[in-house]
């Protein structure tokens, strides 16, 4: 099982950027599909971005589409979220998952501990 890592959260103002980072444990970090979700308090987790273990394909939420991209760095077992023009809305912890099945589900892989992100004036 792959042991992931988040970290790049904060507080930031809306209009504002942040860079989320997941390390990932494992050196066959390429043979895994990788996403980031979100949850805000009182609602479900939901998708923001994912990523094939190639790169060569991404997937977004339609909320976040042009705003945020995912992407990878497989010699560093690393996957990043840049995300651009926050809103209010985008405050939720934001958790990474690494599988080995391709595809919406997420529930066959595994999870980070999560990193607060919060926009705000």
């Known amino acids: 099982q792959v042991q992931l890592v988040e970290s790049g959260g904060g507080l930031v103002q809306p209009g504002g950027s942040l860079r989320l980072s997941c390390a990932a444990s494992?050196?066959?970090?390429?043979?895994?599909?990788m996403g980031w979700y979100r949850q805000a308090p009182g609602k479900q987790r939901e998708m923001v971005a994912r990523?094939?273990?190639?790169?060569?394909?991404?997937k977004y939420a339609d909320s976040v589409k042009g705003r945020f991209t995912i992407s990878r760095d497989n010699a560093k077992n690393t996957v990043y979220l840049q995300m651009n023009s926050l809103k209010p809305e985008d405050t939720a912890v934001y958790y990474c998952?690494?599988?080995?099945?391709?595809?919406?589900?997420?529930?066959?892989?595994?999870w980070g501990q999560g990193t607060q992100v919060t926009v705000s004036s």
């Open positions: 494992r050196n066959i970090f390429s043979v895994y599909h």
């Open positions: 990523i094939s273990s190639a790169g060569g394909s991404t």
């Open positions: 998952n690494a599988k080995l099945i391709p595809g919406d589900d997420p529930s066959t892989g595994s």
